[in-house]
Every structure is written in C-alpha cells, then in structure tokens.
C-alpha cells in the first residue's frame, strides 16, 4: 500500500468499514503468521493470530500514524500476545526444535536474498524459532515484518545498536546451523 492508500484504508477502518479491515488483513495476515510460526509450534499460529487481530481491532480508533508505524504497532501487538502465551503455557515448545532437526535438506549454495528459499519456508521458520527469543525476534521483526532497527528497538524494548547485534549473532548462529546440514551458507552473513 502507499502512504495515501493506507491513510484512505486506515480512515476506513477506523470509521468501521468491513472491506478496509480486510485489505489491511490482507496485507499483514500472511507476515503476522511467518512471525508467529517462528515462535511458536504450527498448531498454536491460528488462535495467536487471532488474539493479534482482536488486540488490534479493539485499539484501531485509537492509532494515529502512517504505514510504518501501523506496521511497527502491529507487530508489537503480536509480540506481546505471543509473549502472554508463554506465560500461560511455559517455554518455547520442544516441537519447533524437533520439527527442525527432522527436516532434511539437499546442498546447495545460499546467498542473503535465497537462504530462505534453498531452505524451504517452513524449515527457515522453524529454523529461526530455535535460535534464543531475542535473536529469532529481531531478525524476523526485520526480515518478515520489514521493520527498520529503530522500530524493532522500540518494539523489543533495547537500542537499534543492540538490535543490530542480536540479528548479526543470530544470522551467524543460522549460518552454522546451516552448514552443519550440508547448506554452504557464508554469503548469508557477509
């Protein structure tokens, strides 16, 4: 969406328009799922990306701001609702992890922008939910989510210097993870 579109969709949804909420759904349903799916186990995504909508629904009136910021808003949302089920549940499911170490892959060479893609989406989410909470959510707070490091710091709650940080260790970590499965993966980091 560009800026005047989104601003005409926002308005719309604010002033209760079905059609502009699913436009908006449309545009942040599939990456909120990606997000979800590297934190929490397949079965859990749908319900979380509910309580995400709702939160969000129940505070549309309220928001002022431009794309970026809906996205920046949004996303916090998400992180927050999935961190309230970890509260409720316990730790990171082990089926995320067992999930990733049963996946197989053929080698092949991966490069910054297909390292995912040689991978599979499925295996790159569940890969990124057994890296530690902060790294896996800054590094998909900024690739699926599209957040700049000063909108996940805000988000995470850290300075963008510190975010940087956690994304560059945990593009390192995934880079070994990867190796180890036969992917030749240095250009992921460099």
């Not at 599979?120 to 700049?148: H, M």
């Amino acid at each position: 969406m560009g800026d005047r579109q989104f601003a005409e969709t926002l308005a719309a949804v604010q002033g209760g328009e079905e059609a502009a909420a699913t436009a908006l759904w449309r545009a942040h349903h599939p990456p909120l799922l990606r997000f979800l799916r590297t934190r929490h186990a397949a079965r859990d995504v749908d319900d979380l990306a509910s309580e995400v909508w709702l939160r969000a629904s129940r505070s549309w009136r309220r928001f002022d701001g431009d794309e970026h910021d809906f996205r920046a808003w949004f996303f916090s949302i998400a992180r927050a609702v999935s961190i309230d089920s970890y509260r409720r549940n316990g730790r990171r499911p082990e089926q995320l992890v067992a999930d990733v170490e049963a996946s197989t892959t053929e080698p092949r060479a991966a490069t910054e922008d297909g390292a995912f893609e040689s991978f599979g989406t499925e295996r790159a989410l569940a890969l990124l939910a057994t890296l530690p909470p902060d790294q896996g959510d800054a590094i998909a707070l900024r690739v699926i989510a599209g957040l700049d490091a000063e909108r996940v710091a805000e988000i995470m709650g850290k300075r963008p210097g510190h975010v940087r940080v956690l994304q560059h260790r945990g593009l390192r970590r995934l880079a070994l993870l990867l190796e180890a499965r036969g992917v030749r993966s240095h250009d992921v980091t460099q």
